[in-house]
């Protein structure tokens, strides 16, 4: 606070006095919003990818986030570099870790029931958990911030370096893979791909591949998230379970496939929740951002941003 | 610490738990008496399961190098209780196919609760050492007992602490202090937030704020904003560890500095809390837990046998002090059924109902005398403060080993 006085109590302050603290908390909880939001759209792009070429469900996509996360604490910890220069490292790993996961456990479940593939990567989740808490135990380890929790002080609203690059990050995450899918020849072919499968078989793409490559790119997004998460988040084999209920909720509530979709549903989360834990409290701010997740599917199922599509995964 | 001795460290626990687990496994021969002892020994709770678990080693030990219980060797029967499921699978088997007298466990208060049924059906007592959710000894049963203080002992220590130290050492009047308290809200955070307020009203505490979130939170920042424009001047927390990290960053990033904040157990007892939060950010941060290394050893008599006896066992020096609190109550437990002849639920009542031990005699500081119920009385949570990355003991003075500073 400027000139470091404390603001006097609620019931003490003057009206005009309240009109302006007003204002300062709306600017506050905006920008904490906005932070959370992008948070949020950075772990939900690569599951809206995914769920809208390959028709899958991943719901291991919390727990790449934490392999990652892992990758980046041991390659900052090994190699003694700033926790950015480890995406160098990160994302090719957690690309190819990606790729041989649709290959041997997706693929072959591709053309059975849908159930079946929940089921497989409910099992991932499970499976990927229990191996890290056996390998490095329950404990949290933490990432050095190396200056990325160095505060930004924009009058009454403050933010950590390390966020604002998130949001940075996922603005540019977003556009960058919108222009690789409309602009390049391997993104139009998983769009292809994603819009019928058959079609695009017989038009001569490897649909195996494609399907391989983006998967490999959806969770190396999260590879990018973990990189950026890391500094300002504890590890431990448990984070991804924190991020990634509300990720299914961007990624549904934005339209299931929309990328700037995920995008805008992630910043009204966020938002929402910001302003909902200050004004009403941290104990009902979920039941506000569920309560509005659940008008949406009532009256827009298909999401904000989701138009008709395919959906079949057999198309 | 280099990234080998980190693996090696985190490869330990499983390693030893398979190795404990299968050489505790023994058949009770006449001179020999068979207690089970049920914990988290893998999954996510590994770690101070598998702490807690080592103190009931040691007091066994002890014990049986003193000539044993009624003249006969105590063996103990392993249990992983992994989760609730598997809690209740491994009390039937250690029941039913290992034929023990009684269970000792179990640090996590959700299994605790789910293993107690069985054994409480069964007959078998059930000695618990370590969960602390206030409802495990308040169910009714007769057969449950417990020697390790409560989330009721949590929030006593956290308002007698405000009131005798905490307010002294701000050289103001207690009543004038602006109380929030926040707290996970699972039944852990809830179940002490509650204890809070009540002793905290019964006090005349001013508390102007109760608030839960999940234990899954990723941004705290709404109730750092929340507490500054209460003007509240000490936070207490009760949490896990994730939280406390969270709540720690984000109220020193946003320049909230309350006078004092004081934390409940978990994530707050936790070196690496300190080392992810930073030295500086910890320092003078309070904490109520069980009974610590760093603490008077005129009031924790026989503290440091117990840490050199951990040494010599397990090449290390003990992780937590949920050790210390397992073993302090095996002994009291092992000690009592020395006292009586045999081991029928009767007279295992009857040996716990005659213990009293007055407080600055154990291990632990505290004291044992068993209500109705099966609950510790005397037993209490002691206060504690970090200072240059060390969490020592300052309240009750009796215990401390330095003055409470803010």
């Not at chain 1, 792009?45 to 986030?65: D, S, Y």
């Not at chain 1, 190819?96 to 929940?118: N, Y």
């Not at chain 2, 809690?87 to 640090?107: H, P, Q």
């Not at chain 2, 608030?211 to 507490?227: C, F, K, Q, W």
Request: net charge negative; proline share 4%; glycine share 10%.
């Amino acid at each position: 606070m400027a000139g470091g006085s404390k603001p006097p109590p609620l019931n003490q302050r003057s009206n005009w006095h309240g009109v302006l603290l007003a204002m300062d908390l709306i600017f506050t909880n905006l920008v904490n919003g906005l932070m959370l939001g992008a948070l949020y759209a950075i772990v939900s792009v690569g599951l809206t990818l995914v769920f809208g070429i390959i028709k899958v469900i991943n719901f291991a996509h919390g727990e790449f986030l934490m392999v990652a996360m892992f990758l980046v604490f041991f390659a900052t910890a090994y190699f003694g570099v700033h926790p950015y220069v480890t995406l160098v490292v990160v994302l090719p790993l957690i690309f190819g870790l990606g790729m041989l996961v649709q290959r041997v456990l997706i693929e072959p479940l591709q053309d059975s029931d849908e159930h079946i593939m929940i089921f497989a990567t409910v099992g991932l989740s499970i499976a990927m958990i229990n191996l890290m808490l056996m390998l490095f135990g329950p404990d949290i380890y933490s990432t050095p911030s190396s200056g990325l929790r160095t505060v930004v002080d924009m009058g009454p609203a403050m933010f950590l370096t390390g966020q604002l690059n998130i949001l940075i990050a996922a603005i540019a995450l977003v556009g960058g893979i919108h222009l690789f899918l409309t602009r390049t020849q391997l993104g139009r072919a998983i769009r292809a791909t994603g819009q019928n499968r058959a079609a695009a078989q017989l038009m001569g793409i490897n649909v195996s591949w494609v399907y391989m490559v983006t998967f490999g790119i959806g969770v190396s997004c999260v590879g990018l998230a973990a990189v950026l998460i890391a500094p300002l988040y504890p590890t431990s084999p448990e984070v991804g379970q924190y991020f990634v209920l509300l990720s299914f909720v961007v990624v549904v509530m934005g339209g299931l496939g929309s990328i700037s979709g995920a995008l805008l549903a992630a910043m009204i989360i966020g938002i929402v929740d910001a302003f909902a834990g200050f004004y009403l409290g941290a104990n009902v701010k979920d039941l506000v951002v569920f309560g509005i997740f659940l008008l949406v599917l009532i009256f827009r199922p298909q999401g904000l941003f989701g138009g008709a599509r395919n959906m079949s995964h057999v198309s | 610490m280099t990234m080998k001795n980190k693996l090696a460290r985190a490869l330990l626990p499983a390693a030893l738990a398979v190795a404990t687990s299968a050489g505790v496994i023994s058949t009770a021969s006449a001179d020999e008496v068979k207690f089970g002892a049920l914990y988290p020994l893998s999954g996510s709770l590994a770690l101070l399961g598998e702490e807690s678990f080592r103190g009931l080693e040691i007091a066994v030990e002890e014990i049986n190098a003193n000539g044993g219980v009624q003249g006969m060797q105590v063996v103990l029967a392993g249990g992983d209780a992994v989760d609730q499921n598997q809690a209740i699978g491994e009390a039937r088997r250690l029941i039913s196919r290992e034929d023990v007298a009684a269970i000792f466990g179990t640090y996590s208060s959700s299994r605790s609760i789910a293993a107690s049924q069985v054994s409480e059906l069964a007959g078998v007592p059930y000695f618990e050492l370590g969960a602390v959710a206030h409802e495990i000894t308040n169910r009714g049963f007769d057969n449950m007992y417990r020697t390790n203080p409560t989330a009721r002992h949590m929030a006593r220590t956290h308002v007698d602490m405000i009131l005798e130290a905490v307010a002294p050492a701000l050289g103001r009047d207690a009543t004038d202090l602006r109380i929030g308290i926040i707290h996970e809200d699972s039944n852990y955070g809830s179940s002490v937030a509650s204890f809070q307020e009540l002793y905290g009203e019964e006090a005349g505490l001013n508390i102007v704020m109760v608030e839960g979130y999940p234990a899954t939170n990723v941004d705290m920042s709404s109730i750092v904003l929340r507490l500054r424009e209460r003007d509240v001047d000490i936070v207490m927390q009760t949490s896990y560890q994730d939280d406390s990290i969270l709540f720690l960053r984000q109220a020193n990033e946003r320049g909230y500095e309350p006078a004092a904040i004081i934390g409940g157990g978990g994530g707050y007892s936790m070196v690496p809390t300190a080392e992810a939060v930073g030295v500086d950010v910890i320092e003078g941060v309070l904490n109520a837990d069980f009974t610590q290394y760093s603490v008077n050893e005129g009031f924790a008599v026989g503290v440091e046998e117990f840490v050199e006896a951990y040494r010599a066992k397990y090449g290390s020096d003990p992780r937590s002090g949920h050790s210390l609190n397992n073993y302090a109550g095996a002994k009291v437990v092992l000690e009592a059924l020395d006292q009586v002849e045999g081991f029928t639920p009767e007279t295992i009542r009857e040996a716990l109902m005659a213990v009293d031990i007055p407080a600055g005699t154990t291990a632990v500081g505290y004291g044992a005398k068993f209500a109705e119920n099966g609950q510790n009385d005397a037993a209490f949570m002691m206060g504690m403060q970090w200072r240059d990355g060390e969490l020592i003991t300052v309240y009750p003075p009796d215990a401390a080993v330095a003055d409470l500073e803010l």
